[in-house]
């Protein structure tokens, strides 16, 4: 029999229970006992990070060695994280020349790549009614029209009755993204509770 | 109190709905973005292709992790059905523990299945740690690792759009969920059978991850009628003046 998944889900669902108890319970060891442990979950999350950058690093690594496509830009992901990391340990994240490197390369592509995603978003609505020409794909796009028409200024002043259409369609937008948020909270309650009773073990070789 | 009380309600359902469909499995309505992904999973297998699985960039220390943890389930059930496959599933993840997880769960699907020899640590990637990079490392593997079919389940925003239209510029297919809203706007413009809402925590159940997964979807629903009767009744008692 393997040991390794009992102890781990054993862990697991007992730190789940106490963590969740800590919130309702005021009962002392219970709010102590969920510092401790979340306060142990951040600094495995932390060493996480350094796992994950290291899966990266390999993952590139492995692309190079075997001549994949792509490989040429794993080659200079692995530099720059490379010189990126040396440089930030040395000199700290506040050196100016640390401080460069993020506001001259980093913000910048992430800043070209959020203005790609405005162009990506008006093509993927031109192409809706290509994908499925039914009564849905056209309410979603009239009223995605109507509502930024009625939000957005214009060289002439708000359009007529852009207050009723901000009340109408706000109050329904509003209506339906709580429901949808309804939704999505009962599906995460309910995911947490596999999790937590050890129905769902996404971890220790389960 | 009244909180920990319908949590603990909760949980006995799921518990004894649990058991009760293990001895009478449901019958689930049809989802056409799930028959495309269990169509998706044999075509993969069957034409040498590749199924590509993106569980988003949720942090499991707050309450995005639902919709990984969610992805996580499916995942183990994609990878035990696909570990025939001459090209392994690839799973990418913005999100560190998110990735350590899904190497995990791969792992344990491929030995489920009986074929631990073929599981490769590089299957499980971390494609970046904020949205955009993270984007922009799944859109390489979308173009790069001969996808046919791309599965985005998790927690993801805007940056969705970017892997959306990478899917779409390689003609894979692409089953999308998502727990944020302009995300499922997103993906309602760009997929062709939209997940809307909670439909992204239906996926284990839709993809045969066993009995737990049917009950809790049992279990939303209960819930969800309770709400609905506890609105109308404070609608009905605020109408009255009465709360």
Redesign the interface.
């Known amino acids: 029999m393997r040991i390794v998944p009992i102890v781990s889900a054993i862990i697991a669902v007992s730190a789940g229970i106490i963590v969740?108890l800590g919130y309702?319970?005021s009962i002392e060891p219970l709010p102590g006992l969920r510092l401790l442990l979340?306060d142990w979950?951040?600094i495995?999350?932390g060493m996480?990070?350094?796992?994950?950058?290291f899966?990266?690093v390999?993952?590139q690594m492995?692309k190079i060695r075997t001549r994949?496509?792509?490989g040429v830009?794993g080659a200079l992901l692995v530099l720059s994280l490379i010189i990126t990391f040396g440089f930030g340990l040395l000199l700290g994240p506040d050196n100016p020349f640390m401080r460069m490197a993020v506001d001259a390369v980093i913000v910048p592509?992430?800043a070209a790549?959020?203005a790609?995603?405005a162009v990506?978003?008006i093509?993927?609505?031109i192409?809706?009614f290509r994908?499925?020409r039914d009564a849905m794909s056209v309410l979603?796009l009239v009223a995605a029209v109507v509502f930024m028409l009625a939000m957005m200024p214009t060289p002439f002043g708000p359009i007529p009755g852009d207050w009723f259409i901000l009340l109408v369609e706000g109050a329904i937008a509003r209506g339906g993204?709580r429901?949808?948020?309804?939704?999505?909270a009962?599906?995460?309650?309910?995911?947490?509770?596999?999790?937590?009773?050890g129905?769902?073990r996404?971890?220790?070789?389960? | 109190?009244i909180?920990?009380g319908l949590?603990g309600f909760?949980?006995v359902l799921?518990?004894g709905l649990?058991l009760w469909r293990r001895r009478s499995p449901a019958i689930l309505r049809p989802i056409d973005a799930y028959e495309r992904l269990n169509r998706a999973v044999g075509l993969a297998v069957e034409n040498g292709t590749r199924l590509h699985i993106s569980l988003g960039r949720g942090?499991?220390?707050t309450?995005r992790g639902?919709?990984a943890?969610?992805g996580?389930?499916m995942l183990?059930r994609l990878a035990e059905r696909t570990s025939a496959s001459d090209r392994p599933p690839i799973v990418t993840s913005g999100?560190?523990?998110l990735?350590?997880?899904s190497?995990?769960?791969l792992?344990?699907g491929y030995?489920a299945a009986g074929a631990e020899e073929q599981y490769r640590?590089?299957t499980?990637?971390?494609?970046g740690?904020?949205p955009?990079?993270y984007?922009?490392g799944t859109m390489?593997v979308e173009?790069?690792e001969n996808v046919s079919a791309n599965v985005v389940i998790g927690d993801l925003g805007?940056?969705s759009?970017?892997i959306?239209?990478a899917s779409?510029r390689e003609n894979s297919s692409l089953i999308a969920a998502s727990?944020d809203?302009s995300a499922?706007a997103?993906f309602?413009?760009?997929?062709?059978e939209p997940l809307?809402?909670?439909e992204?925590?239906a996926a284990?159940a839709y993809v045969g991850a066993g009995a737990?997964?049917e009950a809790?979807l049992q279990?939303?629903d209960i819930?969800?009628w309770l709400?609905i009767v506890a609105i109308l009744a404070g609608s009905f008692l605020k109408f009255l003046g009465m709360i």
């Open positions: 969740l309702f319970v979340i979950g951040i495995i999350a996480a990070v350094l796992v994950g950058i899966n990266l390999a993952v492995e994949q496509k792509g830009y592509v992430e790549l959020m790609m995603l990506t978003l093509y993927a609505s192409r809706l994908r499925r979603f993204a429901g949808l948020l309804i939704g999505i009962l599906g995460t309650l309910l995911t947490g509770l596999r999790v937590m009773i129905v769902d996404p971890y220790g070789d389960n | 109190m909180a920990l949590l909760a949980a799921l518990l649990t942090n499991l220390f309450a639902g919709s943890l969610a996580l389930a183990r999100d560190a523990s990735t350590i997880l190497q995990d769960t792992h344990s030995r640590f590089s499980g990637r971390l494609t740690l904020t955009f990079s984007a922009a390489t173009h790069d805007a940056e759009a970017l959306a239209e779409d727990d809203l499922q997103i309602y413009a760009s997929s062709q809307i809402g909670e992204l925590f284990g737990s997964h809790s279990v939303q819930l969800r709400i």
